[in-house]
């Protein structure tokens, strides 16, 4: 079994900047997390923070912010939270 690779769009639905990604697929993950540098180059500033429980069980904080998210095949759209 090996590793699982996703192709999507990352969209800043206010400025309408985008940008294309290849993120690892993490079926235990509540959010998916995106570079900062990726999220700053399309002009997502983060709105709060939120704590994380790693697999470990360690509690961590990171900022948060919303986004457009499609695959790159175009046939699905998420508009929600995302861990910076």
């Given amino acids: 079994m090996g590793l699982t690779y996703v ?6 639905p206010i400025k ?6 290849e993120l ?3 079926t235990g993950a509540t959010l998916p997390r995106i ?6 180059k399309i002009g997502l ?5 939120k704590k994380f429980k790693t697999i470990s069980g360690k509690l961590i904080e ?6 457009r998210v499609n695959p790159v095949t175009g046939e699905l759209e998420y ?3 995302l861990a910076l």
């Fill in 62 to 67: 990171r900022d948060v912010s919303f986004a």
């Fill in 79 to 81: 508009i929600g939270l």
């Fill in 35 to 40: 570079p900062k540098k990726i999220l700053e």
């Fill in 24 to 26: 690892l697929v993490d």
């Fill in 45 to 49: 500033e983060p709105i709060g923070r």
């Fill in 7 to 12: 192709k999507i769009i990352i969209e800043n």
């Fill in 16 to 21: 309408l900047l985008r940008e294309e990604v």
